[in-house]
């Protein structure tokens, strides 16, 4: 079985502060595909990174940044100065082949 | 483009009523899928679909079934409503299969009395 693993039930920052959400996953495929995802007051799911497990390289998207590390199986994603608007909940993702495992989310709320 | 649209976004049942869950997406993809996310977890999939016409089990398919007769369409249904089915719903849909991008519905909120 697979898991994901986000210890982090909430954090609170105030704006402009960096924070780093963390993600831990285990699984026993050698291909699979980890994803971050933001969910807003509003309730809907959106769409930030996808990452195949053959490519370790770090991303950097605007004030996101994301760390992968096969080595110690993390996906841990950072924002920086960190803004009110960034209020969410944000969960971390493990999917491959017809299993999809979802973490329990992070709640980052940002204070202005 | 709509993307990923739910019907309804908001329904009450009593236990051992039915109903069916509508998603619709326009972006033709081919895989489908329907969630469930409870207060302070992530999302479990139920069933998903991998084309027209075919459709498999997820992780909590007890209590559901679905259907994908057109390839634009993914219906949930709940044959005899339990409380415990409350909760809210996710629709998402991806291009390739379920390790493409998904994207979701806006969900819809039911809650079984």
């Known amino acids: 079985a697979q898991k994901v693993t986000q210890a982090q039930t909430e954090i609170s920052v105030v704006e402009k502060e960096d924070v780093t959400l963390d993600c831990v996953y285990e699984t026993r495929d050698t291909t699979y595909y980890l994803f971050w995802y933001k969910q807003p007051p509003s309730g809907e799911l959106v769409f930030l990174i996808r990452?195949?497990?053959?490519?370790?390289q770090n991303e950097i998207s605007g004030r996101y940044s994301w760390n992968f590390q096969k080595s110690t199986s993390s996906f841990n994603f950072t924002i920086t100065a960190s803004q009110v608007v960034d209020s969410a909940v944000y969960f971390c993702?493990?999917?491959?082949?017809?299993?999809?495992?979802f973490g329990d989310g992070t709640t980052l709320t940002v204070k202005p | 483009n709509a993307g990923v649209t739910q019907t309804p976004k908001f329904r009450v049942l009593k236990t051992g009523q039915s109903m069916t869950l509508l998603c619709a997406q326009d972006m033709n993809h081919e895989y489908m899928y329907w969630y469930r996310q409870d207060p302070g977890m992530g999302l479990r999939l139920i069933h998903y679909?991998?084309?027209?016409?075919?459709?498999a089990k997820g992780e909590v398919p007890d209590g559901y079934n679905v259907s994908r007769l057109k390839k634009q369409n993914f219906l949930l249904g709940l044959e005899s409503a339990a409380p415990s089915q409350t909760s809210v719903y996710f629709c998402?849909?991806?291009?390739?299969?379920?390790?493409?991008?998904?994207?979701f519905g806006p969900g819809t909120r039911l809650t079984v009395l």
């Open positions: 990452r195949n497990s053959f490519d370790e």
């Open positions: 679909s991998v084309g027209e016409g075919t459709t």
């Open positions: 993702a493990l999917i491959n082949a017809g299993k999809s495992t």
């Open positions: 998402a849909s991806s291009y390739w299969d379920s390790t493409d991008t998904q994207y």
